[in-house]
């Protein structure tokens, strides 16, 4: 085992990581812009090293000067959390030739799941169903428009080095495929550098569930069940749960199965995570392979009791996985909500600024993951996610209960946050009842501008009206949806900066 991580990233990622590395005995090297110089992370390493000015390009994203920092600092291995540089294959090339160790899958592996025919075809050649699509991008207007009827629209026009939703379109009839293609070829080859696009029928609301695995050096792989993430607006998640109600345990075995084989056949190693769309009847549909740790990884470690980020350690040192897939166990339910300084009553604006009051919940099963901390910034440069309340149930209900109670008793003030609309979600209808799908906050929050939308019920009609009104008048209201507890008070409107 190495001894000493640099972590390239920041935020409650950072600091996440360097937890699991104190614990394992391991000393941490922090990195951080001139916006994050009081930044947890930078406090809580044992050394941390400036790397440029604040815009990510020329700091986190910056390769030469963290391996430069790598190597002054004597680091043996690199973590790169997620985003920034974490699905990055030129990355983690660089820094296996520098002699460091990457805390992640291989080069090949990541390059190979970035492109997504390559991925699909790595799908249907280890049996995985994927949706019916071109296995290679169109060429011209005249294929895109024969592969669209043979597969029968809606379609849904994907770019080949895309993910995440970036360069997508829902094309519903063929008058509208022209167009919607030379739109998604230009979007592509801005947001990408490759103009090259495909095409998939498009599943209609689907659910969006996905399977964490672990994989080592030895051939060995399990999965530890699944995430339903649902539950988000314009392709950031905003809730997440572990298990998923749309799964019994023969479909739940049947999808693990599915990603272990992909990943096996793709010589992948390491954490890695396998989405699908699942569709009403119970269909599932292979759609990526993220290549890195992600943001909602607590849940699936509350209810296997396996710390992700000890056991991405292990592997990137080589030592075996050491369990088999009977040996993991899920129990429970975990729930977690992305507490970001954003203003979910006006269109989820970004809410930067200090942070003047810090009071977050605890108590048993209550687990906090911030990157902030009371009389700290958050700084304008990059995602606003603050923290990350996640809680365990030995059910659902329980587990529901546990969020609203913490979330209730979550105290911030100087930022808006996303407490209150995680409040109404807490106790939406179809929330409560599983009816989950990933058109549920366009339909339950007012078009996904963060209100609640008004319901039959008269007494719920009258507050949305009553905080509309409010909202149109300075100085603001609460939302219709909150229930002011003293603590939560200094999270509400009046204690924040002004609404912009
Ligand atoms: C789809 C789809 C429906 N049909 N593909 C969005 C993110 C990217 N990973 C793939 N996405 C989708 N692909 C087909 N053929 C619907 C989505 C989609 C979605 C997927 C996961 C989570 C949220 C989503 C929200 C809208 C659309």
Known sequence: MFTKVLIANRGEIAVRVIRACREAGLRTVAVFSEADRDALHVRLADEAHAIGPPPAAESYLAMDRLIEVARRSGAEAVHPGYGFLAENARFAEACLAAGLVFVGPPPEAIARMGDKPAARQAAIEAGVPVVPGTSEPVSSDAEAQRAARDLGYPVMIKAARGGGGKGMRLVATPAELPSALRLARSEAASAFGDAAVYLEKAIVDPRHVEIQVLADAHGDVVHLGERECSIQRRHQKLVEESPSVALDDRLRSEMGAAACRLVAAAGYQNAGTVEFLVDGSGRFYFLEVNTRLQVEHPVTELVTGIDLV??????????????????VVARGWAIECRISAEDPAAGFVPSPGRVSTWRPPAGPWVRVDAGVYQGGEVPIHYDPLMAKLIVWGRDREAAVRRMSAALDEFGVGGVRTTIPFHRAVMRHPDFLAGRLSTGFVERAFAGGRGLPAPSP??????????????????????????????????????????RR
Request: net charge positive.
């Open 310 to 327: 000890r056991e991405q350690l292990r592997l990137a040192a080589g030592e075996k996985l050491g369990y088999a897939q009977a040996d």
């Open 457 to 498: 019920d008269r007494a719920r009609v009258a507050a949305v009206v009553a905080a509309l009104r409010a909202r149109a008048q300075p100085p603001a209201l609460p939302p219709a949806s909150a229930v002011p507890s003293r603590w939560a008070m200094a999270s509400r409107p009046g204690s924040g900066p002004p």
